[in-house]
């Protein structure tokens, strides 16, 4: 499975942004995806996750609330509407896929243990 990530930009602080990822070679319908961020200097940061059977979906304190994650299995493509948006959330953003979804639980934050992921799209929130 390839993912290809997009919808990155530069937005002011309190604005709304969509980012999605898009997977080919291969369908999602049994896999678990998920974001991650990262800024220089610091290690990949987990975001939200999805299990895309059933739909569960799960998020950082950082971002509950403020993030939605949603998944379209018709054109294999992962959603993250970003809204409310902080400067903090600058980073860039990775989407990454766990097919078939193996990672337990208490691991599926850590980026080490996902092996398939996209390009980073740009997020960069102004004050």
């Known amino acids: 499975v390839q993912l290809q990530a997009s919808g990155g930009g530069l937005v002011q602080a309190g604005d709304s942004l969509s980012l999605s990822c898009a997977a080919s070679g291969g369908s999602l319908s049994r896999s678990a995806t998920a974001w991650f961020r990262q800024v220089p200097g610091r290690e990949r940061e987990w975001v939200a996750r999805?299990?895309?059977?059933?739909?569960?979906?799960y998020y950082a304190d950082a971002v509950k609330g403020r993030f939605t994650l949603s998944r379209n299995t018709a054109v294999n493509t992962m959603y993250l509407q970003m809204n409310t948006l902080k400067p903090e959330d600058t980073a860039v953003y990775y989407c990454?896929?766990?097919?078939?979804?193996?990672?337990?639980?208490?691991?599926?934050?850590?980026?080490?243990?996902?092996?398939?992921w996209g390009q980073g799209t740009q997020v960069t929130v102004s004050s």
């Open positions: 999805i299990n895309w059977s059933g739909g569960r979906t």
């Open positions: 990454a896929a766990d097919t078939p979804p193996l990672i337990i639980y208490s691991e599926i934050h850590n980026a080490r243990r996902y092996d398939c």
